[in-house]
């Protein structure tokens, strides 16, 4: 570990300890921990429905000899195509507990996404919703599958809000035909089983395999093992003061590291409360603040962009709230002070600090502490880890104030990616002091106190002219001008300058869109930023394409330019 001498935002830490003290421990072992140390404690709240630490424990067990019912073992792989519901958090860990490693994907992918997911995990049980069966049954994954495990979202739920869902949504849900695969969720776990001994796992065996872009710019399957789990869920914790009477929402999918490493496992380490959300809309978030008023909420920009507009917070009590966490995206500065204002007015007095992290170290690694601010910064690391910039290409370290790789070290980086030693190999790189690093692929900075500034994925930069220019550069510029509701800059193919800036803009105001406006945005731009930077076009949208976590999907933009180039070609 690295001296204060060149880790100088250790000053910043507040009461937070700059050390933790990590139990050499499995994933359930932790949680069987901390069920013993706080057993009366709730663990999780499913719109009303509660399990105490105690309750969570047994729930897990019961689970983990269920699986075992249907024959997996330590090194078999389990999919869980799941939202965030108590059904998949329980599974998660009773999987750990006998060994099993689970693989986490969307529950809305495709037939052919869900094949490729099956092939590479060489998963042989699925658990899913109901919902979701027709499309998990048509994907004919090399191996097939032997057991598809399919829980409803009305088995936590009370008899009235069982009926409530019924009647607005669940009867729509298509009937699951006759398949000798399936097996419910809720009869299966109820069933008499024999107990399942414990797996004799180490905390640095895998305990998960999340999908991600990877840094290589290619989808992955990462490994993450029994230590990063932990790690990051105490050091998210201590990082945002939670511990037992505290409540964290947990609106994010447990499919994504940010969903299930902050939101359900730094709950379950530090003995709090995860307050289950299966789907996001701005609806269901405000009434939750307003009626399980969590005390901690972590989110991408867009979902505190709908919160500070949601007209029913207008009447809400938000003094609940003590930290707020923005992070997997750039966070726009009209978004913060939307946000901040609302609860201010609303008898809260929390900051939405950014945070940076990636899925190759669980999610998050390093944050704003919560009484510092400085603009535009994505904050210092968390305890243990160490993060610093290194010229691209290279494991030079760079000084304070030059821009390059952004490059992280401590307990929470991945093992690898999964059957990959060659993007491994070029992810994960031994510097000169011995230790394993992790290149990120995303560019920025640190000031002299520490604090990181992230730029731009570095697969993302648009070389204009023999210029580079980064997108979320000319993404903050726009967002500073009034008219300007959501910006996504891309770069295009051009004759003369090899690829030229394009920014695509959804307007406050509709009626506004005009060759006069997309001037005026140009205008502004050059005003503020090299020329080689400014938009060259603006195209006008009512929306832009969204990823599955929220964030602007920016390859949507850059394929879609593609496919019309093409077809206007003669």
Same mark, same amino acid.
């Given at each position: 570990?690295?001296?204060?001498?060149?880790?100088?935002?250790?000053? +910043?830490?507040?009461?937070?300890?700059?050390?933790?003290?990590?139990?050499?421990?499995?994933?359930?072992?932790?949680?069987?921990?901390?069920?013993?140390?706080?057993?009366?404690?709730?663990?999780?709240?499913?719109? !009303?429905?509660?399990?105490?630490?105690?309750?969570?424990?047994?729930?897990?067990?019961?689970?983990?000899?269920?699986?075992?019912? *249907?024959?997996?073992?330590?090194?078999?792989?389990?999919?869980?195509?799941?939202?965030?519901?108590?059904?998949?958090?329980?599974?998660?860990?009773?999987?750990?507990?006998?060994?099993?490693?689970?693989?986490?994907? %969307?529950? #809305?992918?495709?037939?052919?996404?869900?094949?490729?997911?099956?092939?590479?995990?060489?998963?042989?049980?699925?658990?899913?919703?109901?919902?979701?069966?027709?499309?998990?049954?048509?994907?004919?994954?090399?191996?097939?599958?032997?057991?598809?495990?399919?829980? &409803?979202?009305?088995?936590?739920?009370?008899? *009235?809000?069982?009926?409530? +869902?019924?009647?607005?949504?669940?009867?729509?849900?298509?009937?699951?035909?006759?398949?000798?695969?399936?097996?419910?969720?809720?009869? *299966?776990?109820?069933?008499? %089983?024999?107990?399942?001994?414990?797996? %004799?796992?180490?905390?640095?065996?895998?305990?998960?395999?999340?999908?991600?872009?990877?840094?290589?710019?290619?989808?992955?399957?990462?490994? #993450?093992?029994?230590?990063?789990?932990?790690?990051?869920?105490?050091?998210?914790?201590?990082?945002?003061?939670?511990?037992?009477?505290?409540?964290?929402?947990?609106?994010?999918?447990?499919?994504?590291?940010?969903? *299930?490493?902050?939101?359900?496992?730094?709950?379950?380490?530090?003995?709090?409360?995860?307050?289950?959300?299966?789907?996001?809309?701005?609806?269901?978030?405000?009434?939750?603040?307003?009626?399980? &008023?969590?005390?901690?909420?972590?989110?991408?920009?867009?979902?505190?962009?709908?919160?500070?507009?949601?007209? /029913?917070?207008?009447? /809400?009590?938000?003094?609940?709230?003590?930290?707020?966490?923005? !992070?997997?995206?750039?966070?726009?500065?009209?978004?913060?002070?939307?946000?901040?204002?609302?609860?201010?007015?609303?008898?809260?007095?929390?900051?939405?600090?950014?945070?940076?992290?990636?899925?190759?170290?669980?999610?998050?690694?390093?944050?704003?502490?919560?009484?510092?601010?400085?603009?535009?910064?994505?904050?210092?690391?968390?305890?243990?880890?160490?993060?610093?910039?290194?010229?691209?290409?290279?494991?030079?370290?760079?000084?304070?104030?030059?821009?390059?790789?952004?490059?992280?070290?401590?307990?929470?980086?991945?093992?690898?990616? #999964?059957?990959?030693?060659?993007?491994?190999?070029?992810?994960?790189?031994? %510097?000169?002091?011995?230790?394993?690093?992790?290149?990120?692929?995303?560019?920025? &900075?640190?000031?002299?106190?520490?604090?990181?500034?992230?730029?731009?994925?570095?697969?993302?930069?648009?070389?204009?002219?023999?210029?580079?220019?980064?997108?979320?550069?000319?993404?903050?510029?726009?967002?500073?001008?009034?008219?300007?509701?959501?910006?996504?800059?891309?770069?295009?193919?051009?004759?003369?300058?090899?690829?030229?800036?394009?920014?695509?803009?959804?307007?406050?105001?509709?009626?506004?869109?005009?060759?006069?406006?997309?001037?005026?945005?140009?205008?502004?731009?050059?005003?503020?930023?090299?020329?080689?930077?400014?938009?060259?076009?603006?195209?006008?949208?009512?929306?832009?394409?969204?990823?599955?976590?929220?964030?602007?999907? +920016?390859?949507?933009?850059?394929?879609?330019?593609?496919?019309? /180039?093409?077809?206007? &070609?003669?």
């Amino acid at each position: 570990m690295s001296t204060q001498n060149d880790r100088p935002w250790l000053r +910043f830490y507040g009461s937070v300890p700059p050390r933790l003290d990590y139990p050499r421990l499995t994933l359930y072992e932790a949680v069987a921990a901390t069920a013993q140390r706080v057993p009366e404690a709730i663990a999780w709240d499913f719109f !009303g429905t509660t399990a105490s630490y105690r309750e969570l424990l047994a729930s897990i067990d019961r689970a983990a000899a269920a699986l075992a019912s *249907l024959g997996l073992k330590a090194g078999d792989r389990l999919l869980i195509s799941m939202p965030t519901a108590p059904a998949g958090v329980i599974a998660f860990n009773a999987a750990n507990k006998l060994g099993v490693v689970p693989a986490l994907i %969307h529950p #809305l992918s495709t037939a052919p996404e869900i094949e490729h997911y099956l092939n590479a995990s060489g998963a042989r049980v699925a658990l899913t919703f109901d919902a979701f069966y027709g499309t998990l049954a048509q994907a004919r994954p090399k191996q097939p599958l032997d057991a598809i495990v399919l829980s &409803r979202i009305g088995d936590d739920l009370s008899p *009235l809000k069982r009926l409530g +869902f019924w009647v607005t949504k669940g009867r729509k849900i298509p009937a699951v035909p006759a398949d000798p695969r399936v097996r419910w969720w809720k009869d *299966l776990v109820a069933a008499p %089983h024999a107990p399942a001994p414990r797996a %004799h796992g180490a905390t640095d065996d895998p305990a998960a395999i999340l999908c991600s872009g990877g840094t290589t710019g290619v989808p992955k399957g990462i490994v #993450l093992s029994n230590r990063n789990f932990i790690a990051e869920g105490m050091q998210a914790a201590a990082w945002g003061g939670m511990g037992q009477g505290d409540s964290i929402l947990a609106v994010l999918p447990i499919f994504h590291g940010f969903g *299930l490493g902050v939101c359900i496992n730094a709950a379950f380490m530090a003995g709090g409360k995860s307050i289950l959300v299966p789907q996001f809309s701005p609806e269901v978030v405000a009434r939750l603040l307003k009626t399980a &008023r969590p005390n901690i909420l972590v989110g991408v920009p867009t979902l505190f962009d709908a919160l500070s507009k949601d007209p /029913s917070l207008a009447r /809400s009590d938000l003094s609940c709230l003590r930290a707020c966490f923005c !992070g997997a995206d750039a966070l726009p500065r009209p978004v913060k002070e939307r946000f901040e204002a609302l609860v201010a007015l609303h008898g809260g007095n929390v900051k939405l600090l950014e945070g940076y992290g990636l899925t190759e170290a669980v999610t998050a690694i390093m944050a704003m502490p919560l009484a510092e601010y400085r603009e535009g910064s994505i904050g210092v690391p968390f305890p243990d880890m160490d993060a610093k910039i290194c010229r691209l290409g290279t494991t030079d370290e760079l000084p304070p104030g030059e821009e390059g790789e952004i490059c992280v070290a401590g307990p929470a980086v991945m093992l690898g990616y #999964l059957d990959d030693p060659q993007a491994t190999a070029e992810t994960l790189k031994v %510097h000169a002091d011995g230790r394993k690093w992790l290149h990120t692929g995303d560019l920025g &900075r640190r000031d002299a106190d520490g604090f990181f500034y992230f730029t731009a994925r570095a697969k993302r930069m648009i070389k204009s002219s023999g210029f580079n220019v980064y997108p979320a550069q000319v993404e903050a510029v726009l967002y500073q001008h009034p008219l300007v509701e959501e910006a996504c800059v891309i770069g295009v193919p051009d004759e003369s300058q090899v690829e030229r800036v394009k920014a695509v803009v959804v307007l406050k105001d509709p009626a506004q869109e005009s060759g006069a406006t997309a001037q005026q945005l140009i205008d502004f731009c050059r005003q503020r930023l090299i020329k080689w930077s400014c938009p060259r076009e603006i195209e006008f949208r009512r929306e832009l394409p969204k990823t599955r976590v929220g964030k602007i999907d +920016f390859k949507v933009l850059v394929a879609e330019h593609a496919a019309r /180039s093409q077809a206007a &070609r003669p």
